[in-house]
T-cell receptor
Framework: DAKTTQPPSMDCAEGRAANLPCNHSTISGNEYVYWYRQIHSQGPQYIIH???NNETNEMASLIITEDRKSSTLILPHATLRDTAVYYCIVRVVPGSGNTGKLIFGQGTTLQVKP | SQTIHQWPATLVQPVGSPLSLECTVE??????LYWYRQAAGRGLQLLFYSVGIGQISSEVPQNLSASRPQDRQFILSSKKLLLSDSGFYLC???????????????FGQGTRLTVV
């Protein structure tokens, strides 16, 4: 079962920042937070991941609360091509005696509007 | 660079017919391999994963089976398809856990299976 909670849908105006929240109140110390997105009829695409520090890459920023019970994915300037389902996943660190497999929840459908 | 190939892209099969979906990965060794299914309007469900040749773990009881005859080949099969097997099937790979501690998963483009 997925161990994260996300709103089912969100809207964002084109050019504005999209802030996608995720609750993972039962996260363990050896679990990372991963974000993927799935554009319609395609395979999921990795976005970003983090443990406890905030992370930024060319696609997005990830803000993790100090208690690690929630996080926010930020797309700084959303475009129409960012319309997709965004999945927040907690994943056990590989090497802990498991495969680090990804368990997906229902995700958040982000609709970027012109 | 690493690539993942999954075929066919679409498939229409009658109830009771067999199924074989193939996935291959290039440019890496000893990958972890995964099969996911996405029913219409639903999230991604992990079906099988494999950490090596001949090693298959099943996540949910179902009408499907998986095999890994070669290091970079992962096959999803069924002897007799059911209507409920319809869905979008995705293969994915990640680097073996002993090589990296934060390894993302890379997904194929998927196979849309319709059982009629």
């Amino acid at each position: 079962d997925a161990k994260t909670t996300q709103p089912p849908s969100m809207d964002c105006a084109e050019g504005r920042a999209a802030n996608l929240p995720c609750n993972h109140s039962t996260i363990s110390g050896n679990e990372y937070v991963y974000w993927y997105r799935q554009i319609h009829s395609q395979g999921p695409q990795y976005i970003i991941h983090g443990l406890k520090n905030n992370e930024t890459n060319e696609m997005a920023s990830l803000i993790i609360t100090e208690d690690r019970k929630s996080s926010t994915l930020i797309l700084p300037h959303a475009t129409l091509r960012d319309t997709a389902v965004y999945y927040c996943i907690v994943r056990v660190v590989p090497g802990s005696g498991n495969t680090g497999k990804l368990i997906f929840g229902q995700g958040t459908t982000l609709q970027v509007k012109p | 660079s690493q690539t993942i190939h999954q075929w066919p892209a679409t498939l229409v099969q009658p109830v009771g017919s067999p199924l074989s979906l193939e996935c291959t990965v290039e440019g890496t060794s000893n990958p972890n391999l995964y099969w996911y299914r996405q029913a219409a309007g639903r999230g991604l469900q992990l079906l099988f994963y494999s950490v090596g040749i001949g090693q298959i773990s099943s996540e949910v009881p179902q009408n499907l089976s998986a095999s890994r005859p070669q290091d970079r080949q992962f096959i999803l099969s069924s002897k007799k398809l059911l209507l409920s097997d319809s869905g979008f099937y995705l293969c994915a790979w990640s680097r073996p856990e002993y090589t990296s501690i934060n390894t993302e998963a890379f997904f194929g483009q998927g196979t849309r299976l319709t059982v009629v």
